[in-house]
């Protein structure tokens, strides 16, 4: 009976071991996106980033990433703990209109508020932010030269 029990205990923590690694890091939809973001409605993910290709907008979305979001994806954006690294394909290939989508709905199930009380404007400048990562490359998300001149600066 032992000899039974073992293997079969140690079958049953493996798959719960698997399976609570797979709710933390969920598979994306078809290679292309996370499936939170995946549910943004087809007109919602169809809206186009106002402050696009804008720097200022930039700039100003990773002032406010620092203020309401690195806390839990982490000052480079990689993601800390459950939350999602911002550089990978399932955030960078979201459109613009979804990723907004998301910052207004947010995830609860994934422990991501809805950020619906920021003005539109600024969860725009952090889609700006955002999509800005993947133009940086796979490294860190270092504070844009930009910013930094900003800051040492003295100016807001």
């Not at 290939?93 to 404007?121: C, H, K, R, V």
């Amino acid at each position: 009976m032992r000899r039974v029990l073992v293997p079969v205990v140690l079958l049953f923590a493996s798959l719960a071991v698997a399976s609570a690694a797979a709710r933390h890091r969920p598979l994306l939809n078809n290679g292309d996106v996370l499936p939170a973001i995946a549910e943004a409605p087809a007109k919602a993910s169809a809206r186009r980033n106002p402050y696009e290709g804008q720097a200022d907008a930039v700039i100003a979305g990773e002032k406010l990433f620092r203020q309401h979001c690195a806390e839990c994806h982490g000052d480079d954006a990689h993601g800390i703990g459950h939350a999602e690294d911002l550089h990978g394909p399932g955030v960078q290939n979201a459109t613009p209109g979804q990723l907004q989508w998301l910052l207004w709905n947010g995830n609860l199930g994934a422990g991501m508020p809805s950020w619906s009380g920021i003005p539109e404007q600024r969860r725009w400048q952090i889609v700006a932010y955002i999509k800005s990562l993947k133009a940086r490359g796979a490294g860190h998300a270092q504070r844009s030269p930009a910013l930094e001149a900003r800051s040492s600066s003295g100016a807001q």
